[in-house]
């Protein structure tokens, strides 16, 4: 073979084997590169994760009694709170997922869930804590001379349309005093019946507490002239429940040891603020859950109060029932399913 033929072999081989080296360091240094990603990836999830549950449980409730039952949990580092004065404020930012944990109205709740069913009740915290309140005078002898004279009296009620407003409707019906729902001085908040009050002794109010023990102390000759809470209970066998808390499902599903460990914080806040309210008279005022002292004055008629589990289902059920065939619009027109219930595992 002349020499210039081999050398050009020589060299044609030496080029393809130089080209299979290259691109079997290619594919290696391919999987390298690969398996260096797909742990990078795997890294920075896993440290989302962790980053994402160390973070702390965004509570949130409406400034009144639901409030009042989170306020030791703010010294626990894995809760945050945040007390808003408008439900529409607390149900956008719950909406679009900044907030995990809220209380809110029973009713709320119920409509809520028939709207996205993307939450369910955890447990109950409010229980009614409603009296119509009124010169000491005006009690009568008994409940149904009560009622009969407190249709003589303009009574002021705030909340048109809420459950408030439905129990009324129902306890003047069954006292047959309705001409007490022509005489209704519907205003935007129990502080402002109490100054309605205040300007004329004559009217009465339908207030929930604190207000109710604030507007005796303030009054004077005044007296809470009728328990709307035990009247309803009576001649139902239902208990007015008047406030509840919800999670996310997407917070229930991602995050169980926490929902559970809520659970127990609140059942021991709420125990707590009931034993002695006075020792969280700086939260109140940090969080502005209602003026200086008033709470201390009618803590144990607040009926916060912790219910979960079964019991609250039982309870809630047969609230929701009663909602739905005497006034449905409050809930969404309907009763929601028990999957709105949350039992745990």
């Known amino acids: 073979m002349p020499r210039s033929i081999l050398y050009r072999s020589l060299i044609s081989r030496s080029l393809v084997s130089r080209s299979l080296v290259s691109r079997r360091l290619i594919l290696v240094w391919s999987l390298v590169f690969a398996l260096f990603l797909s742990s990078f990836l795997l890294s920075s999830c896993t440290s989302h994760e962790e980053s994402k549950k160390s973070d702390k449980i965004r509570l949130s409730a409406l400034n009144g009694p639901t409030a009042l039952g989170l306020l030791d949990l703010v010294q626990n580092d ?3 709170l945040t007390v808003d004065g408008s439900q529409d404020v607390l149900l956008a930012n719950f909406s679009r997922g900044d907030i995990d944990i809220a209380t809110v109205p029973s009713n709320t709740a119920a ?7 993307n939450l369910q009740i955890l447990d109950i915290n409010t229980f009614s804590p409603l009296y ?4 000491d005078k005006i009690k009568g002898e008994n409940d149904v001379q009560t009622w ?15 459950i408030p407003n439905m129990v009324l409707n129902y306890l003047t019906e069954t006292f047959k005093v309705k001409s007490v729902l022509e005489k209704i001085d519907w205003q935007s908040s129990p502080a402002t ?11 009465t109010a339908l207030l929930p507490e604190p207000y109710a023990a604030s507007a005796v102390k303030q009054l004077g000759q005044a007296a809470k002239l009728i328990n709307i809470g035990q009247e309803f ?4 066998g239902v208990n007015i429940i008047t406030g509840v808390t919800i999670a996310s499902q997407n917070f229930i599903n991602e995050y169980p040891g ?11 806040s709420i125990q707590k603020f009931k034993s002695n309210p006075q020792s969280f008279q700086s939260s109140m005022e940090r969080y502005a859950v209602y003026g200086k002292d008033v709470v201390n004055e009618a803590a ?13 289902q039982i309870k809630l059920t047969a609230f929701y029932a009663w909602v739905e065939k005497n006034q449905p619009k409050l809930i969404g027109q309907t009763a929601p399913d028990k999957a709105i219930y949350y039992i745990g595992n």
Do not use: E, M, P
């Not at 119509?132 to 010169?135: A, E, L, M, T, Y």
């Not at 209970?233 to 139902?236: E, H, I, L, V, Y």
């Not at 926490?258 to 021991?268: E, R």
């Open 78 to 80: 894995k809760y945050l």
């Open 111 to 117: 409509a809520l869930y028939n709207k996205a069913k």
């Open 132 to 135: 119509i309140v009124g010169d």
């Open 148 to 162: 009969q004279n407190i249709s003589q009296t303009q009574i002021c009620v705030s909340g048109k349309g809420s």
């Open 193 to 203: 019946c109490i100054q309605k009050q205040l300007a004329n002794r004559k009217i």
């Open 233 to 236: 209970s009576q001649f139902t």
């Open 258 to 268: 926490s929902v559970k460990q809520f659970l127990q914080d609140h059942k021991d």
């Open 300 to 312: 144990q008629d607040i009926n916060i109060a912790f219910s979960d589990g079964q019991d609250a």
